[in-house]
Every structure is written in structure tokens, then in C-alpha cells.
């Protein structure tokens, strides 16, 4: 069965501070992994996609990161803003499949 | 905005009422998707629409009735509901099927049912 398990469920950090956010997936064949971003009460929108072939790649101050052999991604926030307060969303997509996997989310919190 | 909306943004029903969520893509995409969304829980897929045919029905009870006159439209049919029901409703639209293929989701429309 395909899932994906993201840690931590909730994170808080001072603004200005990093952050990185863990994903781990079971998703076969594996074809690619966004992260997206989903402030309150509004709807997701996608901050990175990788492929298979891609280690790491850049948004801003959002860097993605994914190992294809231990099956793992990360999310990497650099000097956080208020405005990054958000939950984010792991999501794997199987190779030959239009229904991807959803992670649960991080709910990231960014105080003053 | 992501060139998805829907409406309304907000609705309380109770379990005897029959209403109905609307979705709208300008984006020129051909396929479109209803997502159920629970506090503490992954996204669920519900159905999918591509050139306007359902290709999936992800086993959700006939409550709930999906129609998709064209391929920018799609519409939620809601009637006797469940409190269990309550939740965020989010549509979304993509160029098509392909696995590598974005989705751009719409604001969602917070449903309550009392």
C-alpha cells in the first residue's frame, strides 16, 4: 500500500530561525514529490516538484531535497517569515498513476 | 490565485437540505478533481473528471452526486449529509492525467452540516 508519513505533525520556530520538515514515502513505482504549501482555509499550492534523477532543488528560501534509495524527502526553510506559517504537504505520485499520495502534513508555525 | 475558484467559500447545511458546490477553472485544462479534507487527515481524492467523463469514483457514498457539464466546470451535489460530512471541500484542475502532471487546487469551500 502506498502512504507517505510526514514529521513533525507540528513545528514552531521564532521568525527569522531555519526549519526543515521530514517526509518519508512508500510509493511504487515512484515518479516524482512535491511539497505544497497550504496556508488557513485556503488551497494547496506547489512549491517544488523532484524526479527521480533530482537530489535537490530550490524555491526561494524553500529547498527541496530528496534521497530515491532511502525512499526520503525534506523541506528546508531558510530564515523563516511570519508569512511562512502554513501547513506542508508531502504528496507522491506512482509512475502510470493520476491518483497521488498525500501526506497528513507539518503544521509550521512562526512566531515574532 | 491559482485560476481555480469556488463557491461558495463558506456553507452550513443541515441533513435534510440538498445544496450544491461550484468549481470554475480558466486555466484551458482538460481534467478536474474534488478532494475531500479533514482536520488531521491526508487529503481524500473523491472524483475525477477528465474531458468531462468520471474516471474515478473513489467509493464515496451516493450523497454525494458530481456533475461536470464541460471540461472548466464542475459541481458538487450534496443532499442529506452527515455531521461526519463537515469538512473542506477543495477542487482542483490539471492539463491532464499524466502522473507528472500539477494540480492547482481552488480555495475550498468550508462545509458544516448540523
Known amino acids: 500500500k502506498n502512504q507517505v508519513e510526514q514529521s513533525p505533525q507540528s513545528l514552531i520556530i521564532l521568525e527569522g530561525k531555519n526549519c526543515t520538515l521530514q517526509c518519508n514515502y512508500t510509493v511504487s513505482p515512484f515518479s516524482n514529490l512535491r511539497w505544497y504549501k497550504q496556508d488557513t482555509g485556503r488551497g494547496p499550492v506547489s512549491l517544488t516538484i523532484?524526479?527521480?534523477?533530482?537530489n535537490t532543488k530550490s524555491n526561494g528560501r524553500y529547498t527541496a531535497t530528496l534521497d530515491a534509495d532511502t525512499k526520503q524527502s525534506s523541506l528546508h526553510i531558510t530564515a523563516s517569515q511570519l508569512s511562512d506559517s502554513a501547513s506542508y504537504i508531502c504528496?507522491?505520485?506512482?509512475?502510470?498513476?493520476?491518483?497521488?499520495?498525500f501526506g497528513r502534513g507539518t503544521s509550521l508555525i512562526v512566531h515574532p | 490565485e491559482t485560476g481555480v475558484t469556488q463557491t461558495p467559500r463558506h456553507l452550513v447545511m443541515g441533513m435534510t437540505n440538498k445544496k450544491s458546490l461550484k468549481c470554475e477553472q480558466h486555466?484551458?485544462?482538460?481534467?478536474m478533481y474534488w478532494y475531500k479534507q479533514s482536520a488531521k487527515k491526508p487529503l481524500e481524492l473523491m472524483f475525477v473528471?477528465?474531458?468531462?467523463?468520471?474516471?474515478e469514483n473513489n467509493s464515496v457514498p451516493s450523497r454525494f452526486s458530481p456533475e461536470c457539464p464541460n471540461s472548466s466546470h464542475l459541481f458538487l451535489h450534496l443532499h442529506t449529509l452527515q455531521p461526519e460530512d463537515s469538512a473542506l471541500y477543495l477542487c482542483?484542475?490539471?492539463?491532464?492525467?499524466?502522473?507528472?502532471?500539477?494540480?492547482?487546487f481552488g480555495q475550498g469551500t468550508r462545509l458544516t452540516v448540523v
Open positions: 482542483a484542475s490539471s492539463q491532464d492525467l499524466r502522473d507528472s502532471t500539477e494540480a492547482f
Open positions: 504528496v507522491v505520485s506512482a509512475g502510470g498513476s493520476y491518483i497521488p499520495t
Open positions: 523532484m524526479t527521480f534523477s533530482e
Open positions: 486555466l484551458g485544462h482538460n481534467a
Open positions: 473528471y477528465n474531458f468531462k467523463e468520471q474516471t
